[in-house]
Antibody, heavy 120, light 111 residues
Framework: QLQLQESGPGLVKPSETLSLTCTVSGGSISSSSYYWGWIRQPPGKGLEWIGSIYYSGSTYYNPSLKSRVTISVDTSKNQFSLKLSSVTAADTAVYYC????????????WGQGTMVTVSS | QSVLTQPPSASGTPGQRVTISCSGSSSNIGSNTVNWYQQLPGTAPKLLIYSNNQRPSGVPDRFSGSKSGTSASLAISGLQSEDEADYYCAAWDDSLNGSWVFGGGTKLTVL
């Protein structure tokens, strides 16, 4: 079955850029039925949507993060990636990648998440 | 401060029925469908309810969702100990060029 796996550094210095990759296995990222997204969860807090991307490269972002976020897709590797610039301690969180079903209009499959700490 | 408002906690005893509310506005719940996610301790969220009241395959029919106006509810009947988790509502918000918004989460305790 379809699985998503996040990867990337667990520690990022303040003011630097956080970079994560989500690898999709068991299915194609190029399906016309899905978008792909990033959601984060600060320790002990709730969920926050970061942004989503279609296999064609079409993106939409959370307005509150838009100036710092770039999401890209590599269909040849079945991966999509997140870059968040100028990070601060407030960006410390578990970052999840997830599949967004266009029919269900819901994030229906999630990765296990990866903890990213922003600290010098 | 979350765009969608949920009670921070809820509780019930085994076998009971509990409900969790989610309050929004005309730009989110009022004009779009609501999804619910269950997050067991230390794990990723799992889709529980989509399109207000639809269950993905594998989700027990003890879980049900409803929506009225700018509010939604998740009901869990025949409460079991394994239902102890955090529950989040979510919806698309049409304001500010669009954005997915979540509730702050409700921690359900099975007494």
């Amino acid at each position: 079955q379809l699985q998503l796996q996040e990867s990337g550094p667990g520690l990022v210095k303040p003011s630097e850029t956080l970079s994560l990759t989500c690898t999709v296995s068991g299915g194609s990222i190029s399906s016309s039925s899905y978008y792909w997204g990033w959601i984060r969860q600060p320790p002990g807090k709730g969920l926050e949507w970061i942004g989503s991307i279609y296999y064609s490269g079409s993106t939409y972002y959370n307005p509150s993060l838009k100036s710092r976020v770039t999401i890209s897709v590599d269909t040849s590797k079945n991966q999509f990636s997140l870059k968040l610039s100028s990070v601060t301690a407030a960006d410390t969180a578990v970052y999840y990648c997830a599949r967004l079903g266009l029919l269900r209009h819901a994030f229906d499959i999630w990765g296990q998440g990866t903890m990213v700490t922003v600290s010098s | 401060q979350s765009v969608l408002t949920q009670p921070p906690s809820a509780s019930g005893t085994p076998g009971q029925r509990v409900t969790i509310s989610c309050s929004g506005s005309s730009s989110n719940i009022g004009s779009n469908t609501v999804n619910w996610y269950q997050q067991l301790p230390g794990t990723a969220p799992k889709l529980l309810i989509y399109s207000n009241n639809q269950r993905p395959s594998g989700v027990p029919d003890r879980f049900s969702g409803s929506k009225s106006g700018t509010s939604a509810s998740l009901a869990i009947s025949g409460l079991q100990s394994e239902d102890e988790a955090d529950y989040y509502c979510a919806a698309w918000d049409d304001s500010l060029n669009g954005s997915w918004v979540f509730g702050g989460g409700t921690k359900l305790t099975v007494l």
